[in-house]
C-alpha cells in the first residue's frame, strides 16, 4: 500500500471537480466519498442535489472564518493512498476505515479530536482513494503535520500486516522523487515508454559515472544530445543545473527543465561535486593494461573493474559507514557505465541491474568520497575503454567483471540489510538477480570452451588439480567435484600451473577471502577470480593446455565451436 501527500494546494473546488471528474484518460469510474469528518456530508457522486460548491464551503468553513491573516497560504492537503497490483479489490467500507487511519495518523483528525480538521475521502477507482482535507481546525488552530508523509507510510504498514496485502518496504526519504500522474500520462501521449523526468534521471546518471571533473560531466550531457542550463552566481561560480529532453515541451512550445535535485537527491550539483573531489586519470591516458596478456580497450577495462569490485567487497565489510556508502555509490556508477558499454546480449540486464540499483547507491549514511577511487575509476576505465563486441577476450572479462559485480552488489545487500535500509536491501536484491541473468548470458561460451578443455586434460593433470583441489579447500572439493564446472576449474588451475603459478596458494585465497553461499556454482565463481588473480586470458578459444608430464595436448579451440548451451554454461 502506497500512500502518497501531494504538494498542497489553494483552491478546494479544483481538487474536488479533478476527484470527481472523468479524469484525464476517463479513468475516473463511479467516484463517490467512502468516509468524511461527517457521515451526512452531501456526496455529488451519489447524491443529484449534491454540488462541488456546496461541499467545498462545507470543507473550507474553517478556513473562511479565520482572519485572512491567519489563513495558510496553501490550506488544502491532499493524500493519495493506492493498493498494490497483487492486492484484492477492497471494498467501500475497507477503503473508509484506511481513510480514518489515515488522517488520525497523519495529524489531520486524530481519534477522538473533536475539533479536529475537516476532511472527505474519495474513490474513483478500485484500487485507490483520494483524501481531501483543509488545514484548520474547528477551534481556529493549525493542524500538526509534522512527517506526515512518514507517519502515513508507517501506518500503511500496518494496514498491510491486519488486512493480509502485500508487504512494501518503509521508505526513508532518500529515493528519487516518483514521476506525477501528469508526467506518466504525457508520457503515454508521446508514446514514451518512460516519462521524461526517468530518462533525464538515466542520462545524468551515465554521465556522472566515472567523469573526472564538473567540465568532462556537461560535455558527456550534451553529447547525450540533453538541453543543459547552468545556474551562476554574480560573481561567475557555478551553483547549480537544470536538464531538458528537447522534445519534451509545454504548452507554451518551451522545453520542460528539470534540476539535478528533482530527478534524485545525488544528482544535485553539490553532491555530484563530493564526487569529483578526488581526481580521476586525465583525458588521453592510454587505458590500463594487463601486464601478462597485455590486453587494452574494452577487456583491460572489465579486468580493472573486477579487480576495483573484489577489494570494495573487503571495504564495505571492514570500513566505516561513511567509506563504506561512498564504495556502494560509486559501484553503482560501475553499473552505469558497463551497461552503456554491454554488448547486445547483455546490454537489457545489465541496464536493469544498474536502475534497480540507483535505489540501493543512497541512503542517510552520508558517503564520504575521495576512498572509492578505485570503482571510480573503474567507471571511467569502462566508458574511455569503448563498448565491448561480446566475444572473445572482453566477452570473457565482461563475465569475469559482471560475476565479481554480482558477489559486491551482494555485499553492499548485506550492508543495508544490517542497517536496517529495508528498500534499499530490496533494490540491491533485484539488481543482483538481474546480474545473474547477465552473467549466464555472457558466461556460456567462455566456460564452455573451459569446460570442454577440462574434460581433454590427461589424467595425469586431472589427477593432480583434484589433489590440489582437496589440499586447497577440503571443505568445498566434495561439492566442487560434483559440478560440471569442475573441468573448467581443472583447466584454469592447470593454466595457472603452467603460467608459474601456486594453484593451491591461488585456489585457497580466492575461496577464503568472500562468501561463496550465494554461489549457484563455487567452480564457476574460483574460475573466475582465479583468472583474474593469476592474470590468465579470460578467453581460452584459442590456447592449448599440455600436460608437462605426458607432452600431449589438453584442448584445441575447435573442441569449443558447439558449447554455449554444454553443461559448461556458468551459474552465479
Known sequence: ??????????????????????????????????????????????????????????????????????????????????????????????????????????????????????????????????????????????????????????????????????????????????????????????????????????????????????????????????LVRKRTAPSGDLLGYKVALPDDRNKDGEPVFYPGARLAPDLSLPRIRERLTGALDDEGVTPVESPRTGQGGPSAARRSTASAAWQAMLVIEQADDAVAAAHIASAGEVLDALAKTSAAHTRAELREAAAAFERASRSHVRAEHGHDRALRQAARDLVRGGPALGRGEDGATTAMAIDMLFFLVTTALHWHAKKGHAQQAAAARQAAEHLRAAYQAAAAQPLGALYQRGRRLGLPLLQRQTAVLREAVPELAEQVLAEPGWYALAATLADAEAAGRDPATLLAGAAGRRELDSAESVSDVLVWRLRRSADLPADTSNTVVADRRTGRAAGRASDTAHTRTGPGRGRL
Open 1 to 226: 500500500m502506497i500512500p502518497r501527500v501531494h504538494k498542497r494546494g489553494q483552491r478546494t473546488i479544483g481538487l474536488l471537480y479533478y476527484l470527481y471528474g472523468p479524469g484525464t484518460h476517463e479513468e475516473h469510474v463511479d467516484p463517490h466519498l467512502v468516509a468524511a469528518w461527517d457521515s451526512l456530508l452531501p456526496d455529488p457522486g451519489r447524491d443529484p442535489q449534491a454540488t462541488y460548491t456546496q461541499l467545498q464551503k462545507l470543507l473550507d468553513q474553517p478556513v473562511d472564518a479565520l482572519a485572512p491573516s491567519r489563513r495558510p497560504a496553501r490550506h488544502v492537503w491532499h493524500l493519495s493512498v493506492r493498493a498494490a497490483p497483487e492486492d484484492p479489490v477492497l471494498s467501500d467500507e475497507q477503503w473508509g476505515e484506511i481513510a480514518r487511519r489515515m488522517v488520525s495518523a497523519t495529524g489531520i483528525a486524530p481519534d477522538g479530536d473533536a475539533a479536529a480538521c475537516r476532511w472527505a475521502a474519495v474513490r474513483h477507482a478500485d484500487d485507490h482513494i483520494h483524501i481531501i482535507a483543509t488545514l484548520a481546525r474547528e477551534d481556529g488552530r493549525q493542524a500538526r503535520l509534522n512527517n506526515d508523509a512518514g507517519r502515513a507510510q508507517a501506518e500503511a504498514r500496518l494496514i498491510e500486516a491486519e488486512y493480509g496485502l502485500k508487504r512494501l518496504n518503509t521508505g526513508d526519504g532518500t529515493a528519487a522523487q516518483r514521476p506525477t500522474s501528469a508526467e506518466r500520462h504525457k508520457a503515454e501521449r508521446q508514446g514514451r515508454e518512460r516519462t521524461a523526468r526517468e530518462e533525464l534521471r538515466e542520462t545524468v546518471r551515465r554521465a556522472v559515472a566515472g567523469a573526472a571533473g564538473e567540465e568532462e560531466f556537461f560535455d558527456r550531457l550534451a553529447a547525450a544530445g540533453l
